[in-house]
């Protein structure tokens, strides 16, 4: 039995590894609620693909997420409600819609998908919880947001919503 207190001492390491984050995941506030999520495995998901993306999105002059300030001067009081949002619409609405001929890209936004899939469902049980409230300011970003990507063909919209991901990505990193 010498090689049992070395076998409990590494078994509680391991236990003890595995309820911190990775390495490459990091926390996010968003308001109340905390998510884990690896902005380095989706930054780089989205960046093999952001220029085939973007290319294929036909209308240069509108943006789905840059309307006049949409994610800017969000207060933190209401960042939570946008992220839950935003996680839900690009989960239901952009990822569905985004399918190309091209196996790799398709792939890669299977993967971005799957990391926002985990973000969505963190922020709901937070929506649950109600620590997550829902302001009126972030309502009407919400809505802007809506009916910039609604005033296009489902194509297009998510296309040109997936092509402006880093916009997202950057709002998202500044609840670090």
């Given at each position: 039995?010498?090689?049992?207190?070395?076998?409990?001492?590494?078994?509680?390491?391991?236990?003890?590894?595995?309820?911190?984050p990775?390495?490459?995941?990091?926390?996010?506030?968003?308001?109340?609620?905390?998510?884990?999520?690896?902005?380095?495995?989706?930054?780089?998901?989205?960046?093999?693909?952001?220029?085939?993306?973007?290319?294929?999105?036909?209308i240069?002059?509108?943006?789905?997420?840059?309307?006049?300030?949409?994610?800017?001067?969000?207060?933190?009081?209401?960042?939570?409600?946008?992220?839950?949002?935003?996680?839900?619409?690009?989960?239901?609405?952009?990822?569905?819609?985004?399918?190309?001929?091209?196996?790799?890209?398709?792939?890669?936004?299977?993967?971005?998908?799957?990391?926002?899939?985990?973000?969505?469902?963190?922020?709901?049980?937070?929506?649950?919880?109600?620590?997550?409230?829902?302001?009126?300011?972030?309502?009407?970003k919400?809505?802007?947001?809506?009916?910039?990507?609604?005033?296009?063909?489902?194509?297009?919209?998510?296309?040109?919503?997936?092509?402006?991901?880093?916009?997202?990505?950057?709002?998202?990193?500044?609840?670090?």
């Amino acid at each position: 039995m010498k090689g049992s207190p070395l076998f409990l001492c590494l078994f509680s390491t391991m236990c003890w590894m595995n309820l911190m984050p990775t390495a490459a995941n990091r926390i996010f506030h968003f308001g109340p609620c905390r998510v884990s999520m690896s902005m380095t495995e989706i930054r780089s998901g989205f960046t093999a693909i952001k220029a085939n993306i973007q290319a294929r999105d036909p209308i240069r002059t509108l943006s789905i997420l840059s309307y006049p300030h949409s994610l800017h001067k969000v207060k933190s009081s209401d960042r939570c409600c946008i992220a839950h949002h935003l996680s839900n619409f690009y989960v239901d609405k952009v990822f569905k819609h985004c399918k190309t001929e091209d196996s790799y890209v398709n792939r890669k936004i299977s993967s971005i998908a799957n990391s926002f899939l985990s973000v969505k469902r963190t922020l709901a049980q937070c929506h649950e919880q109600n620590k997550c409230m829902c302001g009126q300011e972030s309502t009407e970003k919400f809505k802007q947001i809506l009916a910039n990507y609604e005033g296009l063909d489902v194509t297009s919209a998510a296309i040109k919503s997936l092509g402006e991901l880093d916009i997202l990505l950057d709002w998202m990193e500044k609840s670090t």
